[in-house]
């Protein structure tokens, strides 16, 4: 059962355009949203979290928008850039359970 | 400050083998999660251990199994290795449960079951 998921798989963006992610969660007991960022040979990096109280959050060029009735959250990255061009990971949590993530958005980002 | 780092990078085992990973968590962090990646695919939830205790455990058999030691390392055990084991490793370390703090990953370890 997969209980985050993410779309689209792949994802390409002009430099300077905005590239948005889709995710969809069915647990509504969910109270921890973040947004992993990984690139080849590493491991995912953390880039941006919201918790379900707030709608939307920003940080530099990325926002997270959460919609709590729809159960659905996205990621949009202004003024896309080359180096943005990774693999990014959706996923949720409650309490002391792990994270759940979603397959993933291959993401580039053309010059 | 020293982020988390795991070894071995690589792995090769044969199936029905025995395999250990080993991961050092971030300095001050006192809860290590483990991960399975398979290629193409989010990281799984396999278990989280806190202060050397088992609290959390997604959906894996008892053939994976772990470690916490007093300076918060951890290890993840596999059993009787099969093909689809073939993934990579990711441990990840925090400060308390993963829903309240932010989960610092590793670089993982690649495991090969031929």
């Known amino acids: 059962q997969q209980q985050v998921k993410q779309s689209p798989q792949s994802l390409i963006v002009q430099k300077g355009g905005i590239s948005i992610i889709n995710c969809a969660y069915e647990?509504?007991?969910?109270?921890?949203f973040p947004w992993y960022q990984q690139f080849p040979g590493k491991g995912p990096a953390l880039l941006i979290a919201i918790r379900p109280d707030v709608s939307e959050k920003k940080e530099g060029r990325f926002t997270i928008s959460f919609n709590k009735s729809a159960k659905q959250f996205s990621l949009h990255i202004m003024d896309s850039q080359p180096g943005d061009s990774a693999t990014y990971f959706c996923a949720a949590s409650w309490s002391a359970d792990g994270l759940t993530f979603g397959k993933g958005t291959h993401l580039i980002i053309q010059p | 400050e020293t982020g988390v780092t795991q070894s071995p990078t690589h792995l090769i085992k044969t199936r029905g083998q025995q395999v250990t990973l080993r991961c050092s968590s971030q300095s001050g962090h006192n809860t290590v999660s483990w991960y399975q990646q398979a290629l193409g695919q989010g990281p799984q939830f396999i278990f989280q251990?806190?202060?050397?205790?088992?609290?959390g455990r997604g959906n894996f058999p008892p053939r994976f199994s772990g470690l916490q030691f007093p300076n918060y390392s951890s290890e993840l055990n596999v059993n009787a290795l099969e093909l689809d084991d073939s993934a990579l490793y990711l441990c990840?370390?925090?400060?308390?449960?993963?829903?309240?703090?932010?989960?610092?990953f590793g670089p993982g370890t690649r495991l090969t079951v031929l």
């Open positions: 647990n509504t007991a969910f109270d921890y």
């Open positions: 251990y806190y202060r050397e205790e088992e609290n």
């Open positions: 990840a370390s925090s400060l308390g449960f993963v829903g309240t703090n932010e989960q610092f």
